[in-house]
């Protein structure tokens, strides 16, 4: 009997139905879904998990915060507990037959993590199970998972402690760090703070980048436009770009503001080769699906699943370099069959000599790409995401494209101007892949010496801009140029600290909260990217054979008595600026019936509500939903002068609400639905 474990139902479903050439037995162990089937005489049975289903954590004995202080948390031993109890009971059933196993999760950090968890599970229930094997493979298409059973591997024990050092460590730390903030600003229970090894140095880039914007002073330039005609206006710019001395910039303004001829003195046109963009890693793809309006995190899930059904192959990859083994061509041609079919001939017709690639090259997985179309119509995000890891594949695959660059000198009464003009020639790649798709710039047909007539001389004042914020796209690039968590935990990162209300997601800016915590933290090593980078070369060691898991937790168990000690020095300035951010931020307005503030409050029951800051003298208060995120908008109600807030509730539409439930506008509004 040989027994397959998966990382979840939906990827064993899929599994078992290649294996058995479609001829499997659905069957439940309780309420545990497993297929069964016959092969070469022999019984398979293959049964899904729901990720880990061994979780790592303190002893039950430590779970009161108030019990334990949190530094002495640092030296106890966690101890692993079964968390998915009817899986283990499902699986403990299973293996009284004594069968061969089967490791089929995916093959990375986690995967081969949870493989060996359920390898170590098993064995507590039959310990003369001795034959284990790993299937490796990084698409769930019938041609990857067979080639992979065909040639089954040892499990690589070296990744699951480097995945296993991971999890302990981020414990540790989280549950240190998150139990010291929390019961220093006694904000416990469901209000409690965060803090987690790789969360605080993001997001204290965060804040890092906002204090920057509130405190950048824009300085003031000119710029001086002409525009111009001939057949059709176009703009010329001088060719100082900008002017930093308004004496200087009026001056030459005065003196050329009449002028109504240029002549063009010189023109340059050059045709450039413009090559396809790499392969998607996971990186790099998550930055393409923030740039399209879906967050990393609705993204990264939306592609697991389309690689559960068989459609890309593992989005979670370092690769940008196609292997050689990969039948490329093959891959275009079952595109002709999706709704994608031109561009896929397309490609076919123009397909360049070798493919595009980056600059990072693994082997454990390939690149993110399509591995076959659906067999049912795609909707909503689930679309978008499917079409912009095939459009990019495509890309990759086509000719580059040519355009003109067309850099024309112009003299207006001795003072020299510029303009610029960008076409598409030949469009090839760009045809396929036009996110990001460059502006074509169109000017006119000029000739060294002509006079262009000038229709207008402007001259434009402007100031200087604050940094950008950062985009989820690229805040997951910085992460990764720091070394700040993997590319399978990045986007979660981000989800972790918009949930902890440290972050808000439009804009990516840090909360009153969030900037108060990364302060309380003052120069402590937690926050820096240093210390966390130092720990992920550790954990890449183990995983290398060149380090161990003990050592390596006893190293960052060091680490954390050194931060320790510095945060327990800064007890009351922590304690005083988080519980004066939290008040900040709990603020939703003013109160109609006196100058108080209108902020969030709960009650003894734990309920929340409403209520002013100027209590007892003011007794103004209004319910609130038990239930959502509370979101304030700065909008005032017309009827009642309380302030408007939004509802975020899982599975409704966010919607905006006036505070007082008594307002003439709810009336109104029900008036409304009523017609």
């Known amino acids: 009997m040989k027994l397959v474990i998966c990382e979840k139902n939906i990827a064993a479903r899929r599994i078992a139905y290649i294996l058995s050439g479609r001829n499997l037995r659905n069957k439940k162990i309780g309420s545990v879904p497993v297929y069964e089937f016959t092969k070469d005489g022999e019984t398979w049975v293959v049964i899904g998990l729901k990720g880990h289903i061994v979780d790592v954590d303190y002893p039950s004995s430590y779970s009161?915060?108030?019990?334990?202080?949190?530094?002495?948390?640092?030296?106890?031993?966690?101890?692993?507990?079964?968390?998915?109890?009817?899986?283990?009971?499902?699986?403990?059933?299973?293996?009284?037959?004594?069968?061969?196993?089967?490791?089929?999760?995916?093959?990375?950090?986690?995967?081969?993590?949870?493989?060996?968890e359920?390898?170590?599970?098993?064995?507590?229930?039959?310990?003369?199970?001795?034959?284990?094997?790993?299937?490796?493979?990084?698409?769930?298409?019938?041609?990857?998972?067979?080639?992979?059973?065909?040639?089954?591997?040892?499990?690589?024990?070296?990744?699951?402690?480097?995945?296993?050092?991971?999890?302990?460590?981020?414990l540790v730390w989280g549950a240190v760090l998150t139990r010291f903030i929390s019961l220093t600003t006694n904000k416990v229970g469901k209000d409690f703070l965060s803090i987690g090894r790789v969360q605080s140095p993001t997001l204290a880039l965060l804040v890092e980048r906002?204090?920057?914007?509130?405190?950048?002073?824009?300085?003031?330039?000119?710029?001086?436009?002409?525009?111009?005609?001939?057949?059709?206006?176009?703009?010329?710019?001088?060719?100082?770009?900008?002017?930093?001395?308004?004496?200087?910039?009026?001056?030459?303004?005065?003196?050329?503001?009449?002028?109504?001829i240029a002549k063009v003195k010189k023109i340059e046109k050059k045709t450039y080769r413009e090559t396809p963009p790499a392969p998607f890693n996971t990186t790099t793809f998550l930055q393409a699906a923030s740039s399209i309006g879906v967050s990393a995190q609705q993204a990264m899930n939306i592609a697991e699943e389309l690689y559960m059904n068989g459609l890309i192959s593992y989005p979670r990859t370092d690769n940008t370099v196609y292997p050689?083994?990969?039948?490329?061509?093959?891959?275009?041609?079952?595109?002709?069959?999706?709704?994608?079919?031109?561009?896929?001939?397309?490609?076919?017709?123009?397909?360049?000599?070798?493919?595009?690639?980056?600059?990072?090259?693994?082997?454990?997985h390939p690149p993110i790409h399509p591995v076959d179309a659906p067999s049912i119509e795609l909707t909503g995000n689930k679309k978008k995401i499917y079409e912009?890891?095939?459009?990019?594949?495509?890309?990759?695959?086509?000719?580059?494209?040519?355009?003109?660059?067309?850099?024309?000198?112009?003299?207006?009464?001795?003072?020299?101007?510029?303009?610029?003009g960008y076409r598409i020639i030949e469009p090839q790649w760009r045809s396929i892949y036009f996110y990001g798709k460059p502006k074509e710039i169109i000017?006119?047909?000029?000739?060294?010496?002509?006079?262009?007539?000038?229709?207008?001389?402007?001259?434009?004042?402007?100031?200087?801009?604050?940094?950008?914020?950062?985009?989820?796209?690229?805040?997951?690039?910085?992460?990764?140029?720091?070394?700040?968590?993997?590319?399978?935990?990045?986007?979660?990162?981000?989800?972790?600290?918009?949930?902890?209300?440290?972050?808000?997601?439009?804009?990516?800016?840090?909360?009153?909260?969030?900037?108060?915590?990364?302060?309380?933290?003052?120069?402590?090593?937690?926050?820096?990217?240093?210390?966390?980078?130092?720990?992920?070369?550790?954990?890449?060691?183990?995983?290398?054979?060149?380090?161990?898991?003990?050592?390596?937790?006893?190293?960052?168990r060091e680490m954390l008595i050194k931060v320790m000690e510095t945060l327990e020095k800064n007890k009351a300035d922590i304690r005083k600026n988080i519980r004066e951010a939290d008040r900040k931020q709990n603020i939703i307005g003013k109160c109609p019936n006196c100058s108080g503030d209108l902020i969030i409050r709960r009650s003894k029951n734990g309920k929340r509500?409403?209520?002013?800051?100027?209590?007892?003298?003011?007794?103004?208060?209004?319910?609130?939903?038990?239930?959502?995120?509370?979101?304030?908008?700065?909008?005032?109600?017309?009827?009642?002068?309380?302030?408007?807030?939004?509802?975020?509730m899982k599975g409704r539409k966010i919607w905006e609400t006036c505070l007082d439930p008594n307002c003439e506008i709810h009336r109104i509004n029900n008036n409304k639905k009523d017609k």
């Not at 041609?333 to 595009?356: D, G, I, Q, V, Y």
């Not at 990516?508 to 926050?527: R, S």
């Not at 990217?529 to 992920?536: D, N, V, W």
């Open 64 to 116: 009161r915060w108030w019990a334990i202080t949190p530094r002495k948390l640092i030296e106890i031993q966690p101890e692993k507990k079964v968390s998915e109890k009817k899986i283990a009971t499902a699986l403990k059933k299973i293996v009284k037959e004594y069968p061969f196993l089967i490791v089929a999760t995916d093959f990375d950090r986690e995967g081969e993590l949870i493989g060996v």
């Open 118 to 170: 359920v390898v170590e599970l098993i064995r507590g229930y039959n310990s003369k199970l001795s034959d284990v094997k790993r299937a490796r493979f990084s698409a769930i298409t019938p041609n990857e998972i067979k080639k992979a059973f065909e040639k089954l591997v040892d499990i690589d024990y070296n990744l699951s402690q480097s995945g296993e050092a991971r999890r302990i460590i981020d």
């Open 210 to 260: 906002e204090k920057e914007i509130q405190s950048f002073k824009p300085t003031p330039f000119w710029r001086i436009i002409a525009r111009l005609k001939k057949e059709a206006i176009f703009e010329a710019f001088h060719t100082v770009d900008k002017f930093w001395d308004k004496e200087e910039v009026t001056r030459i303004y005065e003196k050329i503001k009449d002028s109504s």
């Open 324 to 364: 050689s083994s990969l039948n490329l061509h093959s891959i275009v041609k079952k595109l002709k069959s999706s709704p994608f079919s031109k561009e896929a001939e397309f490609t076919l017709t123009n397909m360049r000599k070798t493919p595009t690639r980056g600059k990072k090259y693994a082997t454990d």
């Open 388 to 420: 912009l890891i095939v459009r990019r594949f495509l890309a990759t695959l086509t000719k580059d494209a040519t355009s003109e660059h067309t850099k024309v000198l112009l003299d207006i009464s001795g003072e020299e101007f510029q303009t610029k």
């Open 443 to 556: 000017i006119p047909d000029l000739s060294e010496g002509e006079d262009i007539k000038v229709t207008s001389i402007k001259l434009h004042e402007d100031q200087t801009k604050p940094p950008h914020r950062y985009t989820q796209g690229s805040l997951i690039a910085k992460m990764e140029e720091l070394s700040l968590g993997t590319k399978s935990t990045r986007h979660e990162i981000i989800h972790k600290l918009y949930q902890r209300r440290y972050i808000t997601l439009s804009p990516l800016a840090p909360t009153p909260i969030g900037i108060a915590v990364i302060e309380a933290m003052g120069d402590c090593d937690c926050i820096k990217p240093k210390m966390t980078a130092e720990l992920e070369k550790d954990m890449n060691l183990i995983a290398e054979g060149k380090k161990t898991l003990d050592e390596t937790v006893r190293e960052s």
């Open 609 to 648: 509500f409403i209520g002013c800051t100027e209590y007892p003298k003011c007794t103004t208060t209004y319910p609130l939903p038990q239930k959502g995120t509370i979101i304030k908008t700065d909008k005032t109600c017309s009827y009642s002068k309380t302030p408007i807030i939004k509802i975020r």
